[in-house]
């Protein structure tokens, strides 16, 4: 979705916590309100992380989602506003996988 969006310097984080929808909006890197997109922005698969603690704890409380599960939702793209909308109601959840100590199963090399 962030190459679609034209790989911005920075972006906008919309959040709408009566639609539980949140918008990724390109944006200046000097906009006060975005949210700098600097150095290695791309894990191996491709995704891009960025981190909003506030925001984050927004969507959890309005969404009233499972915090024992995780969340993938797959955005939309709207071609003439240029942004990226994730609509939290169809989000598929998942277990986190755990090894028997408690943890994250370490990841295979291969």
Request: a positive charge; glycine letters at 6%; hydrophobic letters at 40%.
């Amino acid at each position: 979705m962030f190459r679609l969006i034209g790989k911005p310097n920075a972006i906008l984080l919309l959040w709408n916590a009566i639609k539980s929808t949140l918008i990724i909006k390109p944006t200046e890197i000097d906009d006060p309100n975005g949210f700098p997109v600097i150095g290695k922005t791309y894990a191996k698969n491709g995704s891009l992380f960025i981190g909003s603690v506030t925001l984050i704890s927004e969507i959890w409380e309005t969404t009233n989602w499972d915090k024992t599960l995780r969340f993938r939702i797959v955005a939309r793209y709207n071609e003439i506003e240029n942004i990226a909308i994730f609509e939290m109601k169809t989000a598929e959840s998942f277990e986190i996988l755990r090894n028997i100590h408690g943890g994250r199963p370490k990841k295979s090399n291969s």
